[in-house]
């Protein structure tokens, strides 16, 4: 065995205090071995310990989730069903109906639609004749289901969870099992109308959620590969040196003008004018400036990508947004089915300061939350005919809400505002002042749910009062109706509001009707 196994041993087994998995890692400054070869080898012997069991020769169980993934507690779940909620609202006001479709597909219709990305699918085992993957994304499986069912048009959202075998980022809401939310428009229709519809429901969700000021940077994929057309890049780079260009947002302009050079083989001459041209941001009129670009107007694929923008902006005025929507010529979105516009929407100040340590989070606490873009889309007009026997298109356009790092940041907000964020819905609990009323007690909590108020009652037959109106403060319960003797004799429940203390004698017919008044108004 190498000097590593036997350090990882060592850091497994050795005695309390000895080499710990931190004192191995720090072995790589002298030894040349790295801390990823570490991390592996401990990972394979701490896999080995459980299987082979601790002292007392019992199995012991590796109590994680698996990499990039997440359990979430009440609290974080309320604050997840507060923002799916606003998504779904917004959905529905503009008309849209939901479907759903099976986490895994078959793996041929997974493969070539993603570009390079295509790395990041999760294959299954063959279970019996069938090669099947998790699904990436939701737009894929939605054109094949539009394809097998035959449907030429359809407004539809869809929320559900999607894999991706990526390097998960945490801290920044980048995970390899996460939720997306899509809305798509599906059908034959004027151009860019729904393609500002999209847009407009990206503003209204980012604007209803608070999360801070950001832009919806928009671009067309034909004005980029006019672009790299009249640039010099060859035909069969054109995808490639996309998903380069699509790098911008994260890395500076050199490093990406280098991985264009070096190793996807493009003349420097090239990369410079891509480099004049994706430095360009504007409106309106940096579309009609571009139609006169001696060198953009060679191009009928540039135009016609340019006048739909042009159209797309007078839409958006229509639709009162264009304060946030900027034309930015670097955006790419690396994905190979994108055909017209396509757009992403990221925030350019968040709403919250860090405000947790590095053991909780896994960032310095004085390092700025980065959470990237939180939206993104375009159209695909080709996608369904790829999966149509007879190659019918269904021109499509649809946009993807970037749900996990919007929970990040709405998990760090309700922290920073040191917020009380409800895990249940109930609106009244029925407590007792006395002992022997658990018949009662039970009796009218049946009553009010059987009227359809989530009502909660305590699991033992003599609680003490303050313990019961304890619950209700800790657990956020807006009223108490109390039953007592003298209020079972006067046909009344005492109801108490939690808030301010108060008591009122309400008759028990009354009590329903009460309690829904008292509860809308929260």
Known sequence: MNMLGIFCIRACYGPVGFWTATRVRSLHSFSGITVAQIDEEVAKLLELKAQL??????????LKTAKGTRDYNPKQMA??????????????????????????????????????????????????GELLSLRYDLTVPFARYLAMNKITNI?????????????PAMTRGRYREFYQCDFDIAGQYDAMIPDAECLKIVHEILNELDLGDFRIKVNDRRILDGMFAVCGVPGDKFRTICSTVDKLDKMAWEDVKKEMVNEKGLSEEAADQIGEYVSMQGGM????????????????????????????????????????????????????YYTGVIYEAVLTQAGVAPVSTEAQHGAPADESVSVGSVAGGGR?????GMFDPKGRKVPCVGVSIGIERIFSLMELKA??????????EVQVMVASAQKNLLEERLKLVT?????????????????????????????????????????????????RVVATREEFDISRADLKGEIRRRTSEN
């Open 380 to 384: 695909y007009d080709g996608l369904v």
């Open 447 to 495: 009553e009010l749910w059987n009227a359809g108020i989530k009502a909660e009652v305590m699991y033992k037959k003599n609680p003490k009062l303050l313990s019961q109106l304890q619950h209700c403060e800790e657990s956020g319960i807006p009223l108490v109706a109390i039953l007592g003797e003298q209020e079972l004799k006067d046909g009344v429940v005492k109801l």
């Open 155 to 167: 407004k539809r959202y869809h929320i559900a969870k999607v894999y991706r075998r990526d390097n």
């Open 415 to 424: 922290e920073a505002s040191a917020e009380r964020v409800r895990t249940t």
């Open 285 to 336: 009129d940096l579309a009609e400036r571009l139609l006169q670009d001696q060198k953009m107007s060679e191009s009928k694929q540039a135009c016609a990508g340019l006048s739909d923008i042009k159209l797309l902006f007078s839409y958006l005025q229509l639709f009162q947004v264009t304060d946030k929507v900027v034309f930015d010529l670097s955006l790419a979105r690396g994905l190979d």
């Open 53 to 62: 069991g601790g002292d007392d020769g019992k199995h012991q169980f590796v």
């Open 79 to 128: 604050i997840r069903e507060r923002v799916f909620n606003t998504i779904i609202s917004c959905f529905k006001r503009h008309g849209a109906e939901t479907i759903d479709t099976p986490v895994f597909e078959l793996k041929e219709t997974l493969t070539g639609k993603y570009g390079e990305d295509s790395k990041l699918i999760y294959d299954l085992k063959d279970q019996g």
